[in-house]
């Protein structure tokens, strides 16, 4: 046989594989796999390099299927390549099986989780420009993208980044086989319509006939030529290709074959066919850069500063000490602080422009390799790259993320720029860390334990200075909460965190001056939250006032009220958040606005205490009803 | 004068009242309303058809900044126009005032907020398809777009959105000053660069000198000359243009001018000229789609049915009943089952292929001009739209949400596809309001309430098929909540909704058999809540099990503990929620492992009851300890 006829052999392995898989599921994506098998056949055949038994080998090439569903085609090669059994390949979307529904990194081959469209070619991005300024090793990163998916924005946003870097490195295969999950997509088999799209954003641009193996060769040989620019492959193929039945024919989207035994029939029967597929042929390591002594800044108690001022010092510092470390930001290092890190560090920094849903991308697509992302901006606009986020805990990510501006305390700039729901929305992210630090040495503590920490770790901070309120130097865990006040008569806990912590305290000191004692907890930590801190304030105060510069729900005081869900006897707690549209405004008037300034704790203060004590006076017997 | 000085001087008054309110305001954006100033002015003095004292006429053009910091320039406009004056004008950011850092729709001129970038262009073409397709008037949508955010993937997704439908009504003007907030943009100066992208996108480009008002007047009819092609103009502008000390030069984004007094001097002083926008020039009233009688569909209890199929009958009888009603998809529609809207009421149906946030943006875009949006995918993918969602509540917004496929109960597909945090994000959006159904009948009885809702209005529905439980015609409001079980003898509540409260009424059956009665309260209203239902419960059984096909965050356990929150006693509230995780499985294997299933809920409240009444008979005294 020529290499030709090897390839479409291979191909119609994987097509009749892709069925076989889903036919075993009773479920999945058969008719999306065929249409890209030839291509990812010749790909894997010459093209691609990766040990699949050193999967971590920094030299390794990346295949990402940033159509993820395209999975039993995926799973297939892996079968093909010898790096999962047919028995194993036939587990497929069965429980407890790695071969789940749509690529994960359960599988040491995956890089990241994809299913969610438009991810894929955004996060190879980021792989890529690893490999060029961070790694600095010659490996290609391969990326299988769908048609359908070109309508997501976070493509283009991808698309730009990769010109504008020069990615070379970076091959994107456009599978159009002009059938969407409905019906046919915008441009159908207008291989022109992408052509112009692509080009227009600095790519070489190939089109191919997707089934045809020597045109397959000849383009992506043309693609490890591009120099100085991405390259994407268009290629035409049908959805199906290779049965009657299925092909480029409407309606067959994401279900197996009605008859995948004449279906295999006419793809010429089961076929055992092992590739081996090529190693890394060059010798390297990946690069390191310098490491050092940890030296975190220092701010004076009694002074005032941002925590998004001590973020922005504490990353230089632990970008100096940790060679790991990279930065990347929105267009607003000026606002986030990261501008610091691009001034100190301008080899680990990366400009993502307005584009969000690429920064999270980036980050993801560098954790991949092992580096260490900081991404950040307004934590409003991180609301824009929310299901990079969601998705990013499926890959099993672990990246860090800096939110600044949070809430109606920024103050004149209005709603658009204030974050009042990053709390809510990071909470749910699974795996997630929550930070909410309220002073800039204590800030400065979490930056070095948030790239040391697996998942997604989010950091909110804060635009206004605050004042200065802890020593230098002391330590605050993740997971903590630190008692800035108590005696041992207090009278009722105030929650806060950030900005509000503040304005506890000087309800606190309102408070004291009418004799009643408050006890104060900085919140630091809102997940995972201090739970014994909590409940012993909650058993030992009786009452519980929880203050957010955020809406109320899903913050502070849903994270309180859910680690006292089990608590007998139970505190009183009232919630204290934004629950009117704020406009315009001083950080003061807004937050006075809003409810959740000092003289509106204390106020909330005095009227559950008041209430307690009725409550208690009038109660004979114990609990509840029955 | 000819126009050209006027035209010049209209120019020169929109800067120097930027200048002014930025100044008196001490901050705000004056350079990035300044280098559009010229454009702005030409377009108000002769294209713009707009009638200020009637702002709701259908017949006038739509003005959107999607660069909404350049609202200085904008509030200039309008002070021109004479819609406000002077004085209100340099009230500015300060609080109470409707002339806001960023424009909202507290300002009757203003059809949408805008400040959070790349979201002003998709929601123009969402006006401007309403225009086409709904409404079926001849008005102009111009939208203000600035050059950092054409990174914003949104953006290309509302340029292939626009050229697809063949947008001829919509300009957008890119003013290219090539300075963003911290730095040149990607591509400076290069007008080609943008324009190759937009045209390849199907747009006329236009470029032009946005400070030479003879050109700019040249291109606007150019602009409004295209037939069959949206069309862009691409300005040349300097941002700051017109004053020495900050034309052009970094460093001077968003932060008032060093010397006013200087630059309204070099920019020849205050003037008041006052601009009579031209009216709409045409006949015609809105187009109206035929009403008719209500008819929900009906499902037959004891059968089973999904409520993601519920909703997508129920939005076609509702469509049939009310002109008003629209339906619009991500390409999923045989999965949320709008497709049977598209192919009832095909006029009102609009596809918006797989680009989520021009989805969201198209019904916002549509509620401006009075439509009632429906806008569906899978919920999971509505993640990918969420500062959309944010800022559609800042908007003011009334839309209608729906979000197919929640939880690990859809099964095989896996966790890119499972909505797990839909319902804490929503419940995070101001003023919205959070839906899930339990059985097809209710699904249907929800939905012309839906439209009738302001706000965001989200249902969550389910993939599976469940049992039908209440009778067709059943009351459901919005805010309720349906006790579905309950004796006088009640020893806990189970509470879910969707799938999970199937699973609460068959634990209520193994619980049944054991002698312990449990109440069982549909939740399908998890916001607003019933607040009253679910105190009565806590008081009278002493113990609630909240059980989800959610993460444990912000979800129904969350919402159930905040109406708790002050309650004393305060009932032993457990919460079962996905907490690890999932993999692919059947939709039992997944709730099985997930631990919320009705076996797991049964285990739940045994355990709680045993604990309680452990407690009781432990407990002496009352309440909490002092």
């Not at 060769?217 to 193929?237: F, H, K, W, Y």
């Not at 950030?498 to 930590?525: C, F, M, P, Q, W």
Request: aromatic share 6%; with cysteine; hydrophobic share 40%.
């Amino acid at each position: 046989m020529t290499h030709l006829d090897d390839w479409r052999e291979l191909g119609q392995q994987l097509r009749v594989d892709s069925i076989r898989s889903s036919s075993a599921a009773g479920s999945g994506h058969p008719t999306s796999s065929m249409s890209a098998a030839d291509l990812m056949a010749v790909l894997m055949a010459k093209y691609l390099h990766y040990d699949f038994d050193n999967p971590d080998d920094p030299r390794n090439d990346h295949l990402i299927f940033s159509k993820g569903h395209a999975s039993p085609l995926l799973y297939a090669m892996f079968k093909a390549a010898g790096a999962i059994s047919d028995d194993e390949m036939l587990t497929f979307r069965k429980f407890g099986s790695r071969i789940e529904g749509h690529p994960t990194p359960v599988l040491p081959w995956v890089d990241v989780a994809t299913g969610s469209l438009g991810q894929g070619l955004p996060i190879s991005v980021g792989v890529a420009l690893t490999g060029k300024r961070l790694d600095r090793l010659p490996y290609r990163v391969w990326c299988l993208c769908g048609d359908s998916e070109m309508a997501e924005g976070s493509m283009w946003e991808a698309f730009e980044a990769a010109g504008h870097n020069a990615l070379d490195n970076l091959t994107a295969v456009i599978d159009v086989n002009r059938l969407g999950q409905t019906g046919p997509t915008m441009h159908g088999w207008d291989l022109d319509a992408y052509r112009r799209r692509v080009e227009a954003f600095g790519w070489k641009a190939i089109e191919v006939d997707g089934h045809d193996v020597a045109a397959i060769d000849g383009a992506l040989a043309e693609a490890v030529a591009s120099n100085g620019q991405p390259s994407v492959i268009i290629a035409r193929t049908e959805k199906g290709h290779g049965v009657t039945a299925v092909a480029d024919i409407p309606g067959k989207h994401g279900k197996p074959l009605d008859d995948p035994d004449a279906a295999i029939a006419e793809l010429g029967g089961r076929r055992d066919i092992h590739v081996g597929v090529a190693k890394p042929d060059f010798d390297g390591r990946a690069h390191e850069f310098p490491t050092g002594e940890l030296s975190l800044p220092v701010y004076e108690p009694g002074t005032k500063e941002a925590t998004r001022k001590a973020f922005g010092d504490a990353l230089v510092a632990l970008g100096r000490a940790r060679g790991d470390v990279v930065a990347i930001d929105g267009e607003v290092g000026n606002s986030t602080y990261t501008e610091e890190f691009s001034e100190a560090l301008p080899d680990r920094f990366f400009q993502s422009y307005i584009a969000e849903q690429q920064m999270i991308a980036t980050a993801v697509g560098m954790q991949v390799r092992g580096w260490t992302p900081f991404a950040a901006t307004f934590a409003a606009f991180l609301a824009r790259a929310y299901d990079f986020v969601r998705m990013a805990a499926v890959s099993r990510a672990s990246i860090a993320i800096a939110g600044s501006h949070a809430g109606v305390s920024i103050g004149e700039d209005g709603p658009s720029q204030m974050a009042l729901e990053d709390l809510a929305t990071f909470r749910a992210v699974h795996g997630s860390t929550v930070l909410y630090p309220s002073d800039a040495n204590q800030t400065a503590a979490l930056i070095p334990q948030m790239a040391d920490r697996d998942g997604i770790v989010f950091m909110r901070t804060t635009r206004e200075k605050t004042p200065i309120l802890y020593d230098p130097g002391e330590a605050f865990e993740i997971g903590g909460a630190r008692v800035v006040r108590r005696t041992d008569d207090d009278a009722v806990t105030l929650i806060g965190a950030g900005i509000t912590l503040h304005e506890a305290l000087k309800a606190a000191d309102a408070l004291a001056s009418d004799g009643i004692n408050a006890r104060v907890v900085d919140l630091y930590s809102v997940k995972p939250i201090d739970a014994a801190t909590v409940r012993a304030a909650g058993r030992e105060t009786g009452a519980i006032i929880t203050v957010e510069d955020h809406w109320a729900e899903g913050g502070i005081g849903d994270a309180v009220l859910d680690c006292l869900a089990e608590e007998q006897p139970h505190p009183v707690v009232v919630k204290l958040a934004v629950r009117d549209m704020p406009g315009s405004g001083t950080p003061a008037e807004l937050m006075a606005a809003a409810g959740i300034d000092a003289e509106h704790i204390a106020d909330a203060a005095r009227t559950v205490i008041g209430r307690s004590r009725e409550h208690s006076r009038d109660e004979v017997g114990s609990g509840r009803r029955e």
